[in-house]
């Protein structure tokens, strides 16, 4: 279940995603470059946060969700025999666009990590999609799915990486941009709450 945090968003019927692949340790038993891996979660997510209608039900009638921005960074990736394991933090936000201003409606930033199998034709299939767990339990919650894939030890130092690195503001800030520029939007300004300053975008 996905966890929402109740900020301000902006959304639309079309998803935008991208990912930073920045891993200090990849080790691949397996014949996949980080462009192929970078295009597995970017496919993932896409799905995942493909639901229009439950955060359009979330949002405030005067301020409705149009539209979603994705930006997932990827810490690390293993691999052994045909699993694949990826680690991630995925920062969500979905968007009002009303005239010349751009309002966030709801979002978050949540960690996880995908679990894929590959078959004898080469190709992958999500096994599990684990996200870190909130309050308390998020720190050991973390830290238990840093694991590798198959014989289940603990990737040194894992843990403290996405903790420290959990949240890529310009990544996401920059997926924001992009969007507007492939709608041919200029003049839009962001505005992060109702009563903030306006930020310009385009």
Known sequence: MKKIATVFIVLSLVLLSACSVTPESGHLELEL?????????DETNLEYYDEFSEYKSLSDPAFPAEFPIIATTIHDYYAEKNKLKIFITTDYAYYNR????????C?????????????????????????AEDGETHVSSI????????????????ASRIIENS??????????????????????????YPEAELIPLT
């Open 167 to 192: 949240y890529d503001s310009e990544l996401h800030r920059q997926k924001l941009i992009d969007y507007l520029n492939e709608h041919n939007l200029k003049g839009i300004s962001l505005r992060e």
């Open 143 to 158: 830290k238990k799915y840093c694991t590798t894939p198959v014989s289940g030890k603990t990737i040194e130092g894992l």
């Open 33 to 41: 470059s980080e462009e192929q891996i970078a295009q597995l979660v």
């Open 107 to 131: 979002g978050g930033t949540v960690p996880g990590t995908l679990v894929y199998i590959e078959d004898s034709s080469g190709k992958f299939f999500l096994e599990k999609y684990l996200e």
């Open 98 to 105: 009303s005239e010349n201003i751009v309002t966030l409606v």
